[in-house]
């Protein structure tokens, strides 16, 4: 089992910017990826960001590439979300992820989830 503690979350003006960090811990060896999901009001869960463990590959959903940026410290088996540039539309519950298969976009591949932290962006 691998347990994620998600923090960082918060309310923000347009244009402002916001730290995320997922802390895992327990049998974290088998990781193979980590990502960043997100829930809007009223909307799907939709992928954000994702992170290969080893490589450090990342991808990036269209909507926040050049404004959000992934990383991890493998270290302390802790990853970030780095937001520049929020706007209003980008208010959502985050919640991270982790995956023993592979770097993916699916949430379907995700085993382990956090519990979601809100980040509210006012206009």
């Known amino acids: 089992q691998v347990q994620l503690v998600e923090s960082g979350g918060g309310l923000v003006q347009a244009g402002g910017s916001l730290r995320l960090s997922c802390a895992a811990s327990?049998?974290?060896?088998?990781?193979?990826?980590m990502a960043w999901f997100r829930q809007g009001p009223g909307k799907e869960r939709e992928f954000v960001a994702a992170?290969?463990?080893?490589?450090?590959?990342?991808d990036y959903a269209d909507s926040v590439k050049a404004r959000f940026t992934i990383s991890r410290d493998n270290a302390k088996n802790t990853v970030f979300l780095q937001m520049n540039s929020l706007k209003p539309e980008d208010t959502a519950v985050y919640y991270c992820?982790?995956?023993?298969?592979?770097?993916?976009?699916?949430?379907?591949?995700?085993?382990?989830w956090g519990q979601g932290t809100q980040v509210t962006v006012s206009s």
């Open positions: 992170i290969s463990w080893g490589s450090g590959r990342t």
């Open positions: 327990g049998r974290t060896f088998g990781t193979q990826a």
């Open positions: 992820a982790a995956t023993p298969v592979v770097i993916s976009r699916s949430e379907r591949l995700y085993t382990y």
